[in-house]
């Protein structure tokens, strides 16, 4: 199915915008009155609505069609900015879904001049309200459209990939752990991962190891055992394993094809 595009909307009538502090652990259940658009500064509000959940926070927001039904829970207390309106066609179908916005500073302005505008309710706030939201409509679409090009992607990954660049000789280095430090669940960073470099994130860290174990291999006197565990692999018989799987040699093999070649 499509992915729904927030920059489709019309917007028909803008009908509240309002700040609110939710505490942690506080629990509701709603059907939505109206087109909802929750913005998160701080904290972290889960909404669930049948099998589908989605988290807001500093860097998503949530969009609730009209109609919907949905659970809110406070996992962590923080304030937000909700978005009330009305649309000239029925999203229904979209159903609860998300928006990626990395913290995007053009969005979090955005956010606070719609806010301003609608709370001092000066001279044409409605117009200047919806102008802006639909500002923040087409700043969200964009931010969208880079998530989904191979640069968006990699800097969804990025620190994760320096992490196993500094610390590849740890035999912790785990899909799980490295997929929580990005901020999302292990399946969606492995494909993620794969799109990005073309293999999963395992086989990245193994062939990472591997050309750090030719650099030694070459340029110092240790054993293959040693060299095994300072790149961090267990053992040196699953080094040899993984090394001729990826290079076709065995690193004694290599290292002696190295010193011809030197």
């Not at 509701?28 to 913005?39: F, K, N, P, Q, S």
């Not at 500073?105 to 919806?130: F, I, M, N, Q």
Request: aromatic share 12%.
């Amino acid at each position: 199915m499509k992915k729904f595009d927030i920059s489709s909307i019309t917007v028909s009538n803008i009908c509240n915008i309002y700040a609110a502090h939710l505490a942690e652990d506080s629990e509701a259940d709603a059907v939505a009155e109206h087109c909802l658009l929750v913005v998160k500064s701080k904290g972290e509000s889960i909404y669930t609505s049948g099998a589908s959940k989605h988290v807001a926070d500093s860097e998503n927001m949530v969009f609730i069609p009209k109609g919907c039904a949905y659970s809110l829970y406070i996992g962590k207390a923080g304030d937000c900015t909700v978005i009330e309106f009305d649309t000239a066609e029925d999203y229904t179908s979209a159903g609860l879904c998300s928006f990626c916005t990395e913290g995007d500073e053009d969005v979090t302005d955005t956010v606070k001049e719609l806010l301003h505008y609608w709370t001092l309710r000066g001279p044409a706030y409605r117009s200047k309200c919806l102008s802006e939201l639909y500002g923040l409509f087409t700043q969200i679409s964009s931010v969208q459209s880079f998530s989904s090009s191979l640069a968006g992607k990699y800097s969804m990954i990025h620190r994760s990939v320096k992490y196993i660049e500094r610390y590849y000789s740890r035999q912790d280095l785990y899909t799980p752990m490295l997929a929580e430090m990005s901020g999302m669940g292990e399946t969606y960073y492995r494909s993620i991962f794969i799109s990005v470099f073309g293999v999963a994130p395992t086989r990245y860290i193994q062939q990472y190891r591997v050309d750090k174990a030719k650099e030694l291999l070459l340029k110092s006197d240790g054993s293959v055992e040693d060299i095994a565990v300072a790149v961090g692999f267990a053992n040196s018989s699953y080094f040899c394993k993984v090394f001729k799987s990826i290079t076709g040699l065995t690193p004694s093999e290599f290292a002696e094809k190295g010193r011809l070649v030197g």
